[in-house]
Each structure stands twice: as structure tokens, then as C-alpha cells.
């Protein structure tokens, strides 16, 4: 069995005013620092207006630091939206792309995302990239060609085990309470682990995450899987005592 780095991932979303979000930053930073050897790599994304701060409080510490989304293009006119050079910067390691967010609130597609995934590499950033099946194409019984469909084109040939991780996250699990089962999981990430080994020589290498509600309560249990290499962790990563806990599963 090929051993895989846990990546325990926090995704801020739109919380955290510059207070709480630097406390959160940095006492992840100091509890990280007092315990050493971590079995894990720990990786934080803040909100746009917190990333330099996030960064400051976190230099030097086993805290990496990402962007929640960037444009394709390097600049230009696109009021509002951020490039992945500009991430990479103020010191950012790390963006996500092609969270079911992004891709239900702001239309984006499987195509979009890949061309944002060529420009965080462009711009020597790990591509998180998100993929995951809404309530009703789960209840249709389409999983599988759904989330194989979306590695398959967001994804880009130039992707590689150093610079990209896959992200499952069922779009019903997401801050809804519900998780989805072992099984259910298992499924999924042995699907687009095949994925990865039909396209890219090191595709046994790219680290796999799972996010949907993952809790201290079930991080162990999901983690212990072959091919869950770490979470996206969303609600329990604004909350030290939580994330320190799934973290300190992989010890």
C-alpha cells in the first residue's frame, strides 16, 4: 500500500472577522509548534482579507496557508476576483478550487475549474480541487459518473501528485450534519482513485481528502481508510479544540 501525508485541510469559507480569525491562526500555529512531530501536514484557508495576517501568524510554524478560490486569468480587469500569483505573493502555498460552493452559487463548471487549477500551478500553488454529487444525482444513482466526470475534466494533464490534491465532498454532506457513510466514502474514493492511476504515472500518489461534516467524532473512522488521505474540514476548523482534535487522529 502506497503511504500517503495525511493533508488535514480548514476551510474558513466566509467567517472570521480579523480578531478571531488571528486567534484561531495562531493558536493552531502554537499547538502545532508545542506538539513537534505532527502526523499530518495542517493547511488553513482564511478569507481574501485575512490570507496576509493568516500568513504573518503562522511564518515559521507547520500551519500552510490557502487561497478559498482564484481567477484563470494572471490580471486584468475582474473586479473582485483574485489570481493565483497574487496568492502566492503574500505567501499562500495552497488554493482551493471547484468547491460545490463556488460551483452552485457562481456557475462555475468542471472546465473553469481546470483552467483555475493550470493557473495555480502556473504560479507554483497546490491545486486543491473539489469534486462531489448533489442529494438528487446521489438519489439517481449517478455518483460515480458524476465525480469521475468532474476529476476527468477538472483535472489538468499537467497535474501531478506534488502540486494537486482531490477533495470529495458529497454536496448533501456539506454543513448539513450529515456525513456520508464508510461505505459510501469508500466507494467514492477507490472510483477516483482508479481515476488518477488510468491518467498519471504517480496517480497512487495524489492525496485524496474527505469533507462532508467531518467532526472529532468521525474523523478516525473516515481517515482509517486506504484511500482517504486527510479531510476538508469546514464548520469544526473554526473551532481550535475541534481541528486539533481530527488533526492529533493522525498521530
Known sequence: MTQRRPLIAGNWKMNCLRADGLALASGLAAKASEKGTLGCDILVCPPATLLS?????????????????????????????????????????????????????????????????????????????????????????????????QVAVSVPDGATAKNTVIAYEPVWAIG???T???????????????????????????????????KPSNAAELL??????????????LKLEDFWKIIETCA
Open 53 to 149: 495576517d493568516v500568513v504573518g501568524v503562522t511564518k515559521d510554524s507547520a500551519v500552510g496557508v490557502g487561497g478559498q478560490d482564484c481567477h484563470a486569468a494572471v490580471s486584468g480587469a475582474h473586479t473582485g476576483d483574485i489570481a493565483a500569483p497574487m496568492l502566492a505573493d503574500i505567501g499562500a502555498g495552497y488554493v482551493l478550487v471547484g468547491h460545490s460552493e463556488r460551483r452552485a452559487d457562481h456557475g462555475e463548471s468542471s472546465t473553469d475549474i481546470r483552467r483555475k487549477a493550470i493557473a495555480a500551478h502556473d504560479a507554483d500553488l497546490v491545486a486543491v480541487v473539489c469534486v462531489g454529487e448533489t442529494e438528487q444525482e446521489r438519489d439517481l444513482g449517478a455518483t460515480l459518473s458524476v465525480v469521475n466526470g
Open 176 to 178: 448539513t450534519g450529515r
Open 180 to 214: 456520508a457513510s464508510v461505505a459510501e466514502v469508500a466507494e467514492v474514493h477507490t472510483a477516483i482513485r482508479a481515476e488518477l492511476v488510468k491518467r498519471f504515472a504517480d496517480g497512487n500518489e495524489f492525496r485524496i481528502l474527505y469533507g462532508g461534516s467531518v
Open 224 to 237: 482509517a481508510l486506504e484511500d482517504v488521505d486527510g479531510a476538508l474540514v469546514g464548520g469544526a476548523s
